[in-house]
Nanobody, 124 residues
Framework: QVQLGESGGGLVQAGGSMRLSCAVSGRTFSRYAMGWFRQAPGKEREFVGGITRGSINTHYGDSVKGRFTISRDNAKNTVYLQMNSLKPEDTAVYYC?????????????????WGQGTQVTVSS
């Protein structure tokens, strides 16, 4: 079984930055491609971005391209989401997720394991 746990959420002003972390335990972290999703109140869960197992490829949703960066440290079993130039519309619960696919998947159904989420609130 794989366990994922997000951290680093909170309140930030518009234009600011925040870094989320997702620690993975239970299996060999390097086996998994990782994704980040978010869900705002009253909205569907949205793909934020993802990274392949060996950090060869990353892929981002259109709404965060150029502002968010995903990285991973396989030695620490952790994936990161660096968020810059934050906007009020980035306010959401952010989730990390894992699968064993060889590419970055953008659909929720393609992920096998999920964290509990962390709240990010961007004030205007």
């Amino acid at each position: 079984q794989v366990q994922l746990g997000e951290s680093g959420g909170g309140l930030v002003q518009a234009g600011g930055s925040m870094r989320l972390s997702c620690a993975v335990s239970g299996r060999t972290f390097s086996r998994y491609a990782m994704g980040w999703f978010r869900q705002a109140p009253g909205k569907e869960r949205e793909f934020v971005g993802g990274i392949t197992r060996g950090s060869i490829n990353t892929h981002y949703g259109d709404s965060v391209k150029g502002r968010f960066t995903i990285s991973r440290d396989n030695a620490k079993n952790t994936v990161y989401l660096q968020m810059n130039s934050l906007k009020p519309e980035d306010t959401a619960v952010y989730y990390c997720a894992a699968n064993t696919l060889p590419y970055v998947a953008a659909q929720e159904r393609d992920y096998d394991y999920w964290g509990q989420g962390t709240q990010v609130t961007v004030s205007s």
